[in-house]
């Protein structure tokens, strides 16, 4: 059973930077294809930032440039490093992970099968 357990959300200031952490535990396979998504209130689920199985990676446009997407050396780990948080980055951030292994990105909610409990962020102006 795979299982997802996200860490490190907080409340920042606006221009701070926080780092979010996803345990993935149960994948029997090295590298699926994870991603992290966030939600805020009264909103849909966005993307956020995407990795393959090859180790390729997507942004959205909305926080290319600030935040950055790394494997952890601990197997099927993955961190988000948010820097430049601006107050439109407040959320609850899901991390999210592909039953197989693929080497092309996986961009939709509806494309990942296990997800995390969310991790709150919040960024005050």
């Known amino acids: 059973q795979v299982q997802l357990a996200e860490s490190g959300g907080g409340s920042v200031q606006a221009g701070g930077s ?49 935040f950055t997407l790394s494997k952890g050396n601990a197997k099927n780990t993955l961190f988000l490093r948010m820097n430049s948080l601006k107050p439109e980055d407040p959320a609850i951030y899901y991390c999210a992970g592909g039953r197989f292994l693929r080497w092309s990105l996986l961009l939709r909610p509806a ?15």
């Open 18 to 66: 926080l780092t979010l952490s996803c345990a993935a535990s149960g994948y029997t396979a090295n590298n699926p294809p994870m991603a992290w998504f966030r939600q805020a209130p009264g909103k849909e689920r966005e993307g956020v930032a995407f990795i393959d199985s090859g180790g390729s990676t997507s942004y959205a446009d909305s926080v290319k440039g600030r």
């Open 111 to 125: 494309d990942f099968d296990y997800w995390g409990q969310g991790t709150q962020v919040t960024v005050s102006s």
